[in-house]
């Protein structure tokens, strides 16, 4: 089993800065893919940003340039979103998810940290 705890959630005014951290712990396998989803009220879960156990990370387009997806240098499998120039529609829970790098789906989800862009 592995287990997933988020923090870093909150309220920012449009075009600040938040930083999400997911800690994963449990029976993680060496290669893997951890990454940050969203859902805003109404919408559907969607890929904010990924990054594999080496270190390559991935984007959506609507946060390129702004987002940076990171992981934990000694440990590896604690993984940041550093969030620049917030916009309100960047306000939803953010989820991390963890798979098995040969698997195409999220085996595992964290609980959701709420992020609010607002003035």
């Known amino acids: 089993q592995v287990q997933l705890v988020e923090s870093g959630g909150g309220l920012v005014q449009p075009g600040g800065s938040l930083r999400l951290s997911c800690a994963a712990s449990?029976?993680?396998?060496?290669?893997?893919?951890m990454g940050w989803y969203r859902q805003a009220p109404g919408k559907e879960r969607e890929l904010v940003a990924t990054?594999?156990?080496?270190?390559?990370?991935?984007y959506a387009d609507s946060v390129k340039g702004r987002f940076t997806i990171s992981r934990e240098a000694a440990a590896k499998n604690t993984v940041y979103l550093q969030m620049n120039s917030l916009k309100p529609e960047d306000t939803a829970v953010y989820y991390c998810?963890?798979?098995?790098?040969?698997?195409?789906?999220?085996?595992?989800w964290g609980q959701g940290t709420l992020v609010t862009v607002s003035s």
């Open positions: 998810g963890y798979r098995n790098w040969y698997k195409n789906f999220v085996e595992k």
């Open positions: 449990g029976s993680i396998v060496s290669i893997n893919v």
């Open positions: 990054i594999t156990s080496g270190g390559t990370g991935t």
